[in-house]
């Protein structure tokens, strides 16, 4: 059968074909008349409908544009193939380090995102109460200068810190880097975005104990120990790493044909645990006791790395002296792991040479986030499994080394100036300053001082973080919100005074660097096709919105183009350069970098740390009041931590993620809402039948926090007490009652890093 955008969607039938075919690297061929005819005579069937129908019967030659996907952390090498100056099928790039050729559903589909009916046009203006939804479309030059007023406005009246800046979660490296330079210059650095809900509370216990985010060497590894995270559903088997693989998940795939051991730790009995060789089910929240028992193992029957730690790690008697308390019988009580399987599998990871484990996105939406990941980079230090060959290594570019290819950092590009203002979140997370909740806490008690805007890029505020109620009140309070998006968001509707229209990644240039086995990937994303409608780029109206305000002379860039020359000074290739072949590996690489000084700026042997060793005390911590030791705390999202907020919510809810989408984005795509049309929520029979409910019943999941309305699932796969909840619904075009976050609890959260218990949070089901 030919595959057609049409017949794809049928023989996908369920999440596990879609993530065979994105496995297996299947690609999209050019569509036919009869496709193009199929597309529209099913429009009243689907969410919605391409707008700009792809050409048919036309002899025009096709080009084929060598770029990068957008839609997720990925960004699969993709091919463009443009047909009179429309973009007609996406293909995946063979010639891509990353994915050679693989493509997922995501990035086949996102022709129709494309030429999406629901695209924003031109700048809209509100003209009602905010929520209201009545808008005004105007000039980009009305956009300019009403913009301008109220910055001014504002910094004039209140100071420019007041100004709040949020970009959302990097899936493209422009993400982090649009309009940095402007607020830089404007006189703020508050960004408060979504880092408390990505990788970067990892990051943050990481990079304090060791200097770095490690990447899994899978190419070379004897054991894979994959903890609280779903390759196989996520499409992201490591963080950034390319491992000249074809298909996602095919480093994983590829070490189990070579016998290597597959051990999956989660909640869910996941599309991952499904390929495991061993599956350990985990109560929710309870990781660090978990590690904190596996460590206990390790030390009390001397299986740790002797030499590495002598040489390496600072503070190994206080640690030993605090894993004491955690032995595997305490930590079965508590995590549902039975001891002899605690022990067992702290054998088998100390004792394997070459183990990498991998710890998973979900393991930074717990309210005891930082220090459970803190207990497992300590557990891979003392058994010696830091930048060796086959375990978690310190590749170039992962986020975090010393030695950059890029002009940026996790929280943007290098400014020409720094803010001169005190950071919203200075006093309460002072090693976390860029997360929403702290600034949210500012907002409502006036201390450091009161925000008083917003300015919003590529993030769906409101609905992303818990706590979505409290959100909506508390930033409504603001005197101007701006955001720009390519679709009025339901973060757009309730909050925004105006909204500018931005391209989509097939529409600009950007770039993406990749961490790699020989050095570091630099790939430049390149425009496909003209921006459409009255769209501008994100560096278009940065540097167009300083020009009308005066604060353009003097800009690191005037162009898109020279934008990208600046952003990749640092990789020694040019522009032009990139242009000729869009994939650039640069540098080189190293195992136990620690040993020749590579993990270091100085260039002197060691870690990137305080005192260039492995911080098991940490130090930062201490000096900033937190916790040097990794001691478990309870999640407050748990009956352990909560019990009795648990005696009327008896269910540990934790979010889910699927193949289909990412985060809130890309339920309005036709073709990818056909396969997966509703929210969800899965129980245990036991937990079904314990409330009198049955598979596909309505239901509704309530909380101290909320409420919102899902599809029942029943299923062997969840953990009895245990409910797995869709996250990502509840933007206008799909189920405004079902944002899983209206249940999250977002003023008690990770004293470090601000995350919510969004893995983690009490809650109950009653039918609809």
């Known amino acids: 059968m030919r595959l057609t955008r049409r017949n794809f969607m049928k023989a996908a039938g369920g999440a596990a074909a879609f993530a065979g075919l994105a496995l297996a690297g299947c690609a999209s061929p050019k569509p036919s008349a009869s496709d193009a005819a199929d597309t529209q005579t099913e429009a009243d069937a689907t969410p919605s409908t391409p707008t700009k129908e792809i050409p048919t019967g036309s002899t025009s030659p096709i080009t084929k544009v060598r770029t990068t996907c957008g839609n997720c952390h990925n960004d699969c090498g993709v091919i463009v193939n443009v047909q009179d100056g429309v973009i007609i099928s996406i293909e995946g790039d063979p010639d891509h380090p990353f994915n050679k050729g693989a493509l997922c559903p995501k990035g086949q589909a ?29 000039s980009w030059e009305e956009a300019y200068q009403f913009i301008g007023e109220e910055l001014t406005k504002i910094k004039d009246t209140h100071g420019a810190q007041t100004l709040l800046y949020t970009n959302g979660a990097p899936v493209q490296n422009i993400v982090r880097n649009a309009f940095c330079e402007f607020y830089a210059r404007y006189g703020t650095n508050n960004m408060v975005g979504a880092p408390n809900l990505c990788f970067v509370p990892r990051l943050v216990a990481l990079k304090t104990t060791y200097g770095f985010r490690d990447e899994e060497d899978y190419n070379n590894t004897d054991l894979i120990i994959c903890w609280a995270g779903n390759p196989f ?53 309870t990781d660090g006791a978990l590690a904190n028992a596996m460590a206990n193992v390790v030390l009390s029957e001397d299986l740790y790395d002797h030499e590495f730690v002598e040489t390496w790690c600072h503070g190994f008697d206080e640690y030993r002296e605090c894993m004491e308390q955690y032995t595997p019988e305490w930590a079965e009580g508590i995590t549902g792991v039975p001891a002899d399987t605690i022990r067992e599998l702290a054998r088998l990871y100390a004792t394997t040479e070459r183990a990498a484990l991998h710890e998973g996105n979900s393991l930074a939406l717990h309210s005891n986030c930082v220090q459970a990941v803190r207990s497992i980079g300590c557990l891979r230090a003392i058994c010696g499994k830091l930048d060796k060959e086959g375990c978690n290594c310190c590749f170039p570019n992962v986020v975090g080394h010393p030695v950059p290819v890029e002009a940026g950092n996790p929280t943007g590009i290098k400014t020409t100036v720094v803010a001169d203002a005190v950071n919203v979140n200075t006093t309460r997370y002072p090693l976390f300053l860029n997360g929403l909740p702290g600034a949210l806490d500012a907002i409502e008690t006036g201390d450091p001082y009161t925000p008083r805007g917003l300015m919003g890029y590529h993030t769906n505020t409101i609905m992303a973080q818990g706590d979505y109620h409290r959100n909506r009140d508390l930033l409504r309070t603001l005197d101007f919100i701006c955001y720009t998006d390519i679709f009025m968001t339901e973060t757009c509707e309730q909050l925004a005074d105006i909204v ?50 005066g604060m353009a002379e003097g800009y690191p860039w005037t162009t898109d183009e020279e934008f990208i020359q600046y952003a990749l000074g640092p990789s020694g290739v040019s522009f032009e350069e990139y242009k000729k072949n869009p994939v650039q590996l640069v ?55 909560s019990p009795e907020l648990a005696e009327q919510y008896p269910l540990i809810g934790t979010n889910r993620r699927t193949v289909h989408y990412v985060h809130y984005k890309y339920r309005n795509n036709p ?39 899902f599809t029942l699932r029943v299923s062997e796969r969840v953990m009895p007490g245990v409910a797995w909840v869709d996250g990502g619904w509840g933007n206008p075009w799909d189920e405004p009652g079902s944002n899983m976050n209206a249940l999250v609890d977002n003023v008690t959260r990770d004293p470090i890093s601000q995350s919510p218990d969004i893995s983690s949070f009490l809650m109950d089901v009653v039918k609809a």
């Open 110 to 138: 996102f022709v129709d995102t494309v030429y999406s009916p629901d695209r924003l046009r031109s700048p809209m203006k509100r003209v009602g109460e905010r929520g209201s939804g009545q808008w005004e479309a105007i």
């Open 233 to 285: 559903a996520s499409l992201r088997p490591g963080a950034y790493m390319c491992y000249e693989k074809h298909g996602s998940a095919s480093p994983i795939l590829d070490a189990k044909e070579r016998g290597v051991k597959l051990i999956v730790i989660d909640p869910i009995f996941t599309e991952t645990a499904a390929k495991a060789d061993q599956y350990i089910p985990i109560k929710p929240g």
């Open 500 to 549: 500018l229209p931005d391209v989509t990644w097939a529409e600009r240039y950007d770039y993406r660097t990749y961490p790699h086995h020989d050095g570091a990937i630099v790939a430049m994303r390149q425009p496909a096709i003209e921006p459409l409608y009255d769209c501008k780029t994100p560096y278009a109206m940065e540097y167009e919105l300083a020009t009308s305000m």
């Open 587 to 641: 540098g080189t690489n190293e195992y136990k970098k620690y040993e020749t000084g590579g993990l270091r700026a100085d260039g002197e042997p060691g870690f990137d740390t305080a005192n260039g060793k492995v911080l098991l005390v940490n130090l930062p911590f201490g000096k900033n009041g937190y916790d040097p030791l990794p001691n478990y705390v309870p999640a407050f999202g748990t009956p352990e931590g």
């Open 671 to 709: 073709y990818l809402r056909e396969n997966h049309p509703e929210p969800e929520l899965s129980l245990n029979p036991a937990d079904a039948a314990e409330r009198n409910l049955k598979d596909g019943d309505a239901v509704k999941a309530v909380s101290h926090r909320g409420e919102a309305r």
